[in-house]
């Protein structure tokens, strides 16, 4: 079993990632935890305990509230400082405030997610796989508080960037975008990394025959997944339709399965990824250095431009079912 710890800004695909986490038999959670990102803290931890108390796995996965804003910038939770709210169909509708299941009637642990990472890697064998799938300042922040962490995190298997693909400025994907400052420390900090970003995540998309498939198998899990697949194809249709519109990207989901098999993702290259901090335009952008033209810097991650979308819905259902 992999030891892991996740880091949500719980959203629809995050929940979806907990689930598989929380369910594969080849996965240990150790413990999860929430970040400003979709939306701001009080919502992504309370969505993060709603998907454990539905699980029923509250004494087994305790649940950390991490940090609040971005390291540098004083965003407004889940939406960047005059970028104003349209009201119409856009990227927030593919999570929405809470996600569709019961309010959480259990609690955080006492301590901030940040000192909870520090403590349980320093004390661990080097054994532990971190998994962030949202803005990246909970990790980053405690590679500053105590940088020795970095010799004993195993991997760090990130949901973030894009290549070519980008979803939220014409420049930058989401998670780098909120927090451009963490990214660029993440990266930079010598960890054994491995990058999954939307050039993947919208190659592994699910569709409404899964979401069908994992509905009738009556588990718990597979029914919340039927309902946020649904949800998010019908926000995906109007704001940023696929190619195929019955299907949508569960961008979180496709990290923790790359942890349990790394085979589902495709085309990785080993590289150098910098992360845009000017405050421009470009801000957030991750610049991977695939046709290798920096002659002066070395490969700091995987980078997967890729992904198997088959084994990807069948380790889904397989896990979830
Ligand atoms: C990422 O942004 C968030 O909206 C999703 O949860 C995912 O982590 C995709 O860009
Ligand atoms: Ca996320």
Redesign the pocket.
């Known amino acids: 079993k992999q030891k892991v710890i996740l880091d949500v800004?719980t959203?629809?695909?995050?929940a979806v990632a907990i689930m598989l986490a929380a369910l594969s038999p080849d996965v240990e959670l150790l413990g999860v935890c929430s970040v400003n990102?979709?939306r701001g803290i009080d919502f992504t931890t309370e969505n993060t305990l709603r998907v454990v108390e539905y699980l029923g796995l509250q004494d087994r996965i305790p649940v950390y509230r991490g940090c609040s804003l971005p390291m540098v910038s004083t965003l407004t939770p889940g939406r960047r400082d005059g970028i104003p709210a349209t009201g119409e169909m856009d990227?927030n509708n593919?999570?929405g405030d809470y996600v569709e299941l019961p309010p959480s009637t259990i609690h955080t642990q006492p301590e901030h997610a940040v000192f909870w990472l520090i403590d349980t890697l320093m004390k661990s064998d080097g054994d532990i796989t971190l998994i962030p799938?949202?803005p990246l300042t909970n990790i980053a922040m405690a590679l500053r508080i105590e940088p020795r962490i970095a010799q004993k995190i195993k991997q760090i298997v990130i949901?973030?960037g894009g290549y070519k693909e980008v979803?939220?400025t014409p420049s930058a994907?989401?998670?780098f975008w909120v927090d451009p400052e963490a990214a660029k420390i993440v990266m930079d900090s010598g960890c054994d990394i491995t990058v999954v970003p939307?050039d993947a995540?919208h190659k592994a998309v699910l569709s409404l025959a899964d979401a069908d498939a994992l509905e009738s198998s009556g588990t718990p899990a597979g029914k919340a997944t039927a309902r946020f697949i649904r949800h998010r194809q019908a926000g995906y249709k109007v704001w940023q339709p696929m190619a195929d519109i019955d299907t949508v990207p569960i961008?979180?989901a496709l990290a923790v399965c790359a942890v349990i098999d790394p085979d589902v993702l495709q085309n990785v290259v080993h590289t150098y990824v910098d992360i845009d901090i000017a405050g421009g335009a470009a801000d957030g952008m991750s610049i991977c250095d695939v046709d290798k033209r920096y002659k002066d810097k070395q490969p700091n991650a995987c980078v997967a431009l890729s992904a198997d979308k088959d084994r990807f819905s069948r380790m889904v259902k397989e896990i979830l079912c």
Request: aromatic share 4%.
């Open positions: 800004d959203g629809t695909d995050d990102g979709n990227s593919i999570h799938v949202g949901m973030g979803n939220i994907e989401f998670n939307l995540t961008h979180d």
